[in-house]
Structures are given as structure tokens and as C-alpha cells.
């Protein structure tokens, strides 16, 4: 995404795929007919781009956004929605759990939580659901590849999922679109690109960490433009750590 005005994002720059994905997740969320749950779960591995998309969405429909945090238990999470909403948290939880109700149902605005993975390790997303249950508000659920199958432990809430949104790995249009955005003076030809998506594996944090390497070869070399036959065998990232070498002690 490109960081200029609005909030850091410039919202008529073309979206990456997973970016459409959760919008349009979100929005058939807001639109359904209301006798239909109101909350959609978006999943998929690290570094495919869920929270850029998450920041995304946040600020189209002016959703309350946040990103949980290790250390978060039920009072936590209160809390921090509410300095999201601008509202000073009372005392006690279920308090603070009618504070959150309440502003929900009365802004009609949607509710995205990030980094759901883990509330689910503290036990913790029956609150979720009473948030949901007391406001009817659309609340969006951003989590990693195994997110739905850690949520059937608990049928009450997974009995009030809309939909199931699996995050898609990056393809060579994304590797443009970061390209432009990022990089927009490099040219990269094609086929390189699509090497560096075959290594980043679906990755969008490393498709970016890859063309940093190649603007950097373009630098040093005085390249306007890099190929395939530019870069040569030299390695991507991958997210691999290298093989350590230990020399031998008895050289």
C-alpha cells in the first residue's frame, strides 16, 4: 500500500488480491440480510498480507481496528477497543463490555480484530461473541492458516461465522503492484518476477524483502532496468535461515 495521505494509505492505489478478498468479504458482511451471522473470519500463513489488508478495509469503512497482543487477556482487549473508540473504559469488564456494546450499535460501524490466534490460545473469544451478541455489529477475524479449525472448539461461536475467507499466496500482479509502489523507478522484467515469487512461496513480506535486493543490485551495478540474465544464480530470500558452517577443528 502506498503511504501518503488519509490516515497512510492511499486509498486509490489498485489493491493487492488479498486486499480485495477482505473487502469484499467485509461488505457482504455489512450488506447480508440480517437474520444471517455477522461475522466473517479472514485466514491464511504470515506475510501474505491479512493486517495491510485489515488497515486497508479499516479505514474504507471506517471500522474500529485493533491488533491483539500476546499478553492479552479479557480486560485487556476491553480496553483497547475502547481507546480505539475514544471512550474511557469503566471499571469493571462487563462495564466495559456494555461500553463496547453500545458504541458499536450505535455508530454502526464494524469492528476488525487482528491477530485472533491469540485470544483463542487465552481462551478468550467467548467474549468476541459477546460482543457480537449485544451489539449485532459486523466484526471481521483475522487469523493464521489453522484460525478456523482452532475456533470449532467452540460451537457457539463457530455456529456464527457468515463466511470463511482463506487468504490467497501472492502471484506476479501483486509483485507488480509492490514493485510500483515500492520501487517505482526499477524496471524488473517478468521473468524475474515470477522467480521471486516462486521463492517468496506466496509470501508478500518477502517479495518485498526480494526486490530490495534486486533496487540494490540495480544501484551498485547502474542499472535502470533488471532481468532475469541480470541476477543470475544469485539467491532470494526465501525465510530460510542459511546453513551454518562450523569449521572443521582439526584444519
Known sequence: MSTKSNGGLDLTTAPLANVSLC??????????????????????????????????????????????????????ILVNILRVMGIHPKNSIWEMTEQVCEQLAKSGRPLIIDEL?????????????????????????????????????????????????PAQPADIEDARHLKRLYHPELEVDDKLL????SASRGSARRVCVNLARVEELAREAGLARVTDKDWGSRTFFTGEAPARRIPDARS
Open 23 to 76: 473487502e469484499i468479504a467485509l461488505t457482504k458482511a455489512l450488506s447480508r440480510p440480517r437474520h444471517l451471522p455477522g461475522m466473517v473470519c479472514f485466514y491464511g500463513p504470515s506475510g501474505w498480507g491479512k493486517s495491510t489488508a485489515a488497515t486497508y478495509v479499516s479505514l474504507v469503512h471506517r471500522a474500529y481496528y485493533i491488533q491483539c497482543q500476546d499478553g492479552w487477556v479479557r480486560k485487556a
Open 194 to 197: 515470477g522467480r521471486i515469487v
Open 117 to 165: 490466534d491469540k485470544l483463542v490460545e487465552k481462551q478468550a473469544v467467548e467474549l468476541i461473541r459477546d460482543l457480537y451478541e449485544g451489539s449485532g455489529a459486523v466484526i471481521l477475524l483475522i487469523g493464521e492458516e489453522r484460525l478456523p479449525d482452532k475456533l470449532t472448539r467452540w460451537e457457539r461461536f463457530h455456529g456464527r461465522i457468515l463466511d470463511w475467507v
